[in-house]
């Protein structure tokens, strides 16, 4: 959550949702309602609304989200309003932001007959995401008022509401980023159009407007058929990854055994460099994709042995010479432990180019900075590359030079304008064990947030 405010609100939300719950259950069964959203059992108090207080009470900043989380998913009665309140505490500081004028943008240009022919859809994707519901049902009587009836006689039926008009008595304008961007995800998916054809058609008239604020609505996997398209930060770069040849600080003998399929034999020391060339899709590369990997080509027996022998075979490919490097492995998956198996595999030693032809041989045409210390592929198509930096990335025979150092930074804004995201740390920062625990934790901390790559 973005400040104390949003914490201090949720809490007073979360708690008048908790005390209405228990004030509609018996005495017997309130201790199972707390239980089952996450709450301990009641410590205290002999009305229900003074047991339900000793429960919520001690409840911690930290286990406030999870515990708001399980209303949203598992209590029923949870009306929309106080739904969208509780997403949005949730969601504060969460999503890109999107202008209002690139809103307006995007509404004026919208397509809404492809929306419109299929309306049950559209509309339950506006009911998930809105309070359609706004006129108490007491109050209803002859015409339906509320915005989901004015939305049924002016978009569905009359067609008389411009897209602009419906962002704006939707709220849409003014949502929260997240909100935002759910609404634009949903409006392109199957769920809510079920025609190829038509989402394309939607994506192709809201990516103009996007783009001058940094985004796109990006394909980044099928369902069921179906072409996915998830709001992401544009980038340069186009198409999937199609091979990952990793794991060797020398330089591998290859060849391309099928070069219209681009198929890629290893020629000699098979053992010395690894080779994942299955479908990259749009979750990246978890380490759990390399783990299954590992354990199909290698016939290893089980996924425990699998883990060990592959994290093993990535170490062993870590420079000797750079214990900085081999530290950055290790406190890699230490912060992270057991959460790393939904994680981005930290991939050591990954090869950008691959020439045949040495550098000599090759001359002034030669691909320079050849290789990545660590590759991070995340959801979405993101490509972070991690560098350490000692002293052959400044210096030479122990004394700065001034071209090295050029070199580097040549490289690094080469890989930034190819599309990756590239940072970089000095040896000297991962050299005592304490300190650069401290900096990673932080850094990975910001890095995942900042790619929506959920740790829990």
Known sequence: MADQTDTVQLREVVSNVLHDICQNVSHPRLDGELIRFGLPASSAGESKAERAESSI??????????????????????????????????????????????????????????????????????????????????ALVGRDRSLGGRIDQHVFNNDDWTPDQLFDE???????????ALLLEGMVSSETIPDEQAQRDLVA??????ADAGLELRETGTIEGYPVFTLLKAR???GRPKNLIFASPVKPDL????????????????????VY????????VRWRDLQVWWRDTRATDTDEQAKIDLYRRLRQSLPGSSPPQQLLFDLYHDIHRDRVHDLPALLPEVWLHWDPQTVKQRGAAALLNLRMDFLLLVPGGGRIVLEVDGQTH?????????????????????????????HRFGAHDLRDHDRARSLLTQFFADLFRRHQVSTD
């Open 205 to 210: 008239a809201i990516n103009p407007p996007l």
């Open 170 to 180: 939707l709220g849409a304008i003014d949502a929260s980023d997240r909100r935002f």
């Open 255 to 274: 060849r391309l055994s099928d070069a219209i399929d681009n198929d890629i034999e290893i020629v000699s020391n098979a053992d010395a460099v690894l």
């Open 277 to 284: 060339d299955r479908p990259i899709g749009a979750d990246g």
């Open 236 to 238: 340069s770069r186009t």
């Open 394 to 422: 400044y210096a030479i025979d122990g004394r700065a030079d001034p071209s090295t150092y050029a070199r580097t930074m040549t490289g690094s804004r080469n890989l930034t304008l190819a599309g990756y995201e590239v």
């Open 57 to 138: 009470a001690i409840i911690t900043v930290d286990q406030l989200p999870a515990i708001a989380q399980r209303l949203l998913d598992g209590y029923e009665f949870l009306g929309a309003p106080t739904r969208n309140r509780i997403q949005d505490l949730l969601w504060a500081g969460t999503g890109y932001p999107v202008p209002k004028r690139i809103r307006r943008d995007i509404a004026r240009r919208l397509p809404l007959t492809h929306l419109v022919d299929h309306p049950a859809r559209f509309r339950g994707l506006l009911a998930n995401l809105f309070v359609l519901d706004d006129i108490p049902l007491a």
